[in-house]
């Protein structure tokens, strides 16, 4: 009987062991090459999460599923300032991978200055869901720093879609746009948010036609325009920065046909960058100061032959005399 028990006891630790090894390896992948691993699960988040300052996560809202805490607050005392020269910032571009949550920080830290009643973001649809070219949603978004609500009206009036058509999970799950919103409510806390994704076969006509519909319906708001994109993927160190520098004389340039003709060797969102560009044209823009240039492996003081890299930087429209 004593042999019975020893050999029934073993195999329950076995089981135990066995149970937890598999538990510790069920990890998430990084979305894409660069990329923090922040990936949580949505099932675990529910309305009675909070954050250190004791901000409750709404179960009905888009959650920002990518948010870490104590990287987060890390990037905002690292954050760096830099002023214009002259002007009020209109646009600009930012990264969306975690990895560059420095840069991210330090670009909103700098627009944070203005005073805007609305953020429109065009950035990447990844996965390329859904059988439009072009994505939003118009739920609010539940952050740490409480509520960032969409505008519905602005929305339907860029996009041409309806509330029917919102695409909230895909918004919630598209790290282009969800990992930045705590950036802009912690730095914006006021302002209204129209995100837009945008397939990946949008093309020049169609980015260039949204452009227009983007300044058409802000031109008399007050009104942040962003690009979140990344840029060269998947190249060593050294080849990523010459396709930097081709990418960054093509926008100082403003040359959308060159832009249209990119590939992933260049950035990760030809349109969104293509709409962006229009859009600081109608709005009266003629410069694109950089702010920030790094790459994954830089940041993450490792060689690697697969790396990303990251722009920052913003437009600027020459203040108008009273």
Not at 81 to 102: R, T, W
Not at 164 to 174: H, I, N, P, Y
Not at 286 to 292: S, V
């Amino acid at each position: 009987m004593n042999k019975l028990l020893r050999k029934i006891a073993i195999s329950l630790i076995v089981i135990f062991i066995s149970g937890s090894f598999a538990a510790c390896s069920e990890t998430a992948g990084d979305i894409e090459s660069g990329l923090k691993d922040t990936t949580v699960n949505t099932n675990e988040i529910n309305a009675s999460e909070t954050d250190t300052a004791g901000t409750p996560i709404i179960n009905d809202m888009i959650k920002c599923i990518y948010y870490n805490d104590s990287e987060f607050m890390q990037s905002i005392m690292n954050a760096q300032k830099v002023k214009p020269d002259s002007g009020n910032i209109v646009g600009g571009i930012v990264p969306h991978h975690l990895l560059a949550c420095d840069l991210i920080a330090s670009f909103f830290k700098t627009v944070s200055g203005e005073n805007y009643d609305y953020v429109v973001v065009i950035a990447p649809n990844h996965k390329r869901e859904g059988s439009r070219l072009i994505n939003t949603a118009f739920e609010n978004w539940s952050t740490h720093f409480g509520v960032l609500e969409s505008d519905g009206e602005l929305i339907k009036s860029i996009t041409g879609l309806k509330a029917a058509d919102s695409k909230a999970r895909l918004l919630e799950e598209e790290h282009s746009v969800s990992s930045i919103v705590p950036y802009i409510k912690y730095y914006l806390p006021n302002v209204k948010i129209v995100p837009i994704l945008l397939h990946g076969n949008y093309g020049m006509k169609n980015s260039i036609e949204l452009g227009h519909k983007i300044y058409n319906n802000i031109s008399q708001k007050k009104a942040l325009v962003i690009a979140s994109v990344d840029f060269s993927h998947y190249l060593p160190p050294e080849k990523a920065d010459m396709m930097d520098e081709i990418t960054l004389k093509a926008i100082k340039a403003w040359d959308i046909g060159a832009i249209s003709q990119m590939t992933n060797d260049n950035m990760d969102s030809p349109p969104s960058i293509m709409t962006l560009l229009t859009v600081m044209k109608d709005a009266g823009t003629d410069e694109f100061k950089l702010l920030g240039h790094d790459n994954s492996a830089r940041i993450a003081k490792t060689y690697s032959d697969s790396t990303t890299s990251y722009f920052t930087g913003i437009c600027k429209r020459k203040k108008q005399e009273n």
